[in-house]
């Protein structure tokens, strides 16, 4: 099987919960290679005890297309803006940018019971 790899950008509650949710799955389809976080969070906590490194953006979009899928969780346009803009600046047509709608999906076909939380706004796509 081919493995995804993939991060987190933003591990507030919304980021924390989904990447315990993940490591709480088998993922032998997915590979978590990073995530950035400037807060200490729980999440931050969480991934570090797994061994998963918290770096800069400009760190994670030197992934280039080494990295799948890019979750923004930080609830920020500014912060969506800014990833886009350095993908594209990077050349990097590779890495989706999926948004918090995305991880709601993704949520509900492998948690069971508890509603992921949200962040503080609805940016969109």
Same mark, same amino acid.
């Given at each position: %099987? @081919?493995?995804?790899?993939?991060? &987190?950008?933003?591990?507030?509650? %919304?980021?924390?919960?989904?990447? @315990?949710?993940?490591?709480?799955?088998?993922?032998?389809?997915?590979?978590?290679?990073?995530? =950035?976080?400037?807060?200490?969070?729980?999440?931050?906590?969480?991934?570090? *005890?797994?061994?998963?490194? #918290?770096?800069?953006? /400009?760190?994670?979009?030197?992934? $280039?297309? /080494?990295? /799948?899928?890019?979750? /923004?969780?930080?609830? =920020?346009?500014?912060?969506?803006? @800014?990833?886009?803009?350095?993908?594209?600046?990077? $050349? #990097?047509?590779?890495?989706?940018? *999926?948004?918090?709608?995305?991880? !709601? %999906?993704?949520? *509900?076909? &492998?948690?069971? $019971?508890?509603?992921?939380? !949200?962040?503080? *706004? #609805?940016?969109?796509?």
């Amino acid at each position: %099987m @081919e493995k995804q790899s993939i991060a &987190i950008v933003g591990l507030g509650k %919304m980021g924390s919960a989904f990447l @315990e949710e993940l490591l709480g799955q088998p993922n032998e389809g997915v590979k978590i290679v990073a995530v =950035v976080e400037k807060n200490n969070s729980p999440g931050l906590a969480l991934a570090k *005890a797994h061994g998963i490194r #918290n770096i800069s953006l /400009d760190e994670l979009i030197g992934i $280039g297309d /080494d990295l /799948d899928i890019l979750f /923004d969780l930080t609830g =920020v346009t500014t912060v969506r803006q @800014e990833i886009r803009d350095k993908l594209q600046a990077a $050349g #990097n047509h590779h890495t989706i940018v *999926a948004t918090e709608n995305i991880a !709601r %999906m993704v949520w *509900a076909l &492998i948690a069971s $019971g508890a509603e992921l939380p !949200r962040t503080t *706004a #609805n940016v969109g796509y």
